[in-house]
């Protein structure tokens, strides 16, 4: 498993949210090229950008940063946060992001999503699945930057998109990102054991290093961390533990 540092980006700032609510936003006084490359300098491979205006409300507020940032080219990137239609997925590849991250699209376009994939290949896309569990357990896709629950469960969407060749799939248990409560160990057990050939990345709630080892015993591809990061949870030299270039 790697860690896959996150950055999430908000008027050209470093925020972070807490489960998903635009209220409740902590801001850090660090530069985003500063932190990309204070993440490369301890081996990572990959940085995972949210565009958090693009989610919210569409905006390319932060486009130029984001392609300030893949020019560095220390890191490969994948970026998400309102990537609606085929064209926002064209100008991010063509600034040199490597993976896209595609959310409500999967959701409310499915079809046009297949075919993102067959024109851009499975390895350049991330579908971000996250959900919101209901009383019962059951994972419900969230939609429009976490504001709304789809009528789609976890699996059934993911199993929408196998036969078009979907690999990646980032997901999130919304209660439990930027809280600090540990990850939903369990979901993420339960998605390795479904859908094995997808490579799962977790995000949601990971506080250190312990949290990391557990993640890793579930099967996932990936862990994303922003906040543990950010505050100092998570060291440098723990990076360096779950990251193949160090």
Do not use: K
């Not at 560095?72 to 064209?87: E, F, K, N, P, T």
């Amino acid at each position: 498993m790697r860690l896959i540092p996150a950055i999430d980006l908000r008027g050209g700032r470093c925020v972070r949210l807490l489960r998903g609510d635009f209220a409740a936003e902590t801001a850090y006084d660090v530069e985003p090229v500063q932190l990309l490359q204070r993440y490369h300098a301890a081996g990572a491979e990959w940085l995972h950008v949210v565009d958090l205006d693009g989610a919210r409300d569409g905006a390319r507020a932060n486009r130029e940063l984001i392609a300030q940032l893949a020019a560095q080219r220390a890191l490969r990137l994948q970026v998400g946060g309102g990537i609606r239609d085929r064209a926002a997925v064209i100008a991010l590849r063509a600034c040199g992001v490597g993976r896209v991250v595609v959310g409500s699209a999967a959701i409310t376009a499915p079809d046009a999503v297949r075919g993102w994939l067959g024109e851009f290949g499975p390895a350049s896309l991330v579908f971000a699945l996250d959900v919101r569990l209901d009383d019962a357990g059951t994972p419900w896709v969230t939609t429009h930057g976490w504001r709304e629950r789809s009528g789609a469960v976890l699996w059934d969407a993911v199993a929408g998109f196998e036969s078009a060749g979907l690999r990646h799939v980032l997901c999130t248990d919304v209660a439990r990102d930027g809280a600090r409560a540990g990850p939903n160990l369990a979901l993420y057990r339960e998605a390795v054991a479904r859908f094995p050939r997808i490579e799962w990345q977790a995000s949601g709630g990971v506080r250190d290093a312990s949290d990391l080892e557990a993640l890793a015993a579930t099967g996932v591809a990936a862990a994303i961390s922003g906040r543990a990061l950010l505050e100092g949870t998570i060291d440098d030299e723990e990076i360096r533990r779950f990251s193949p270039n160090a």
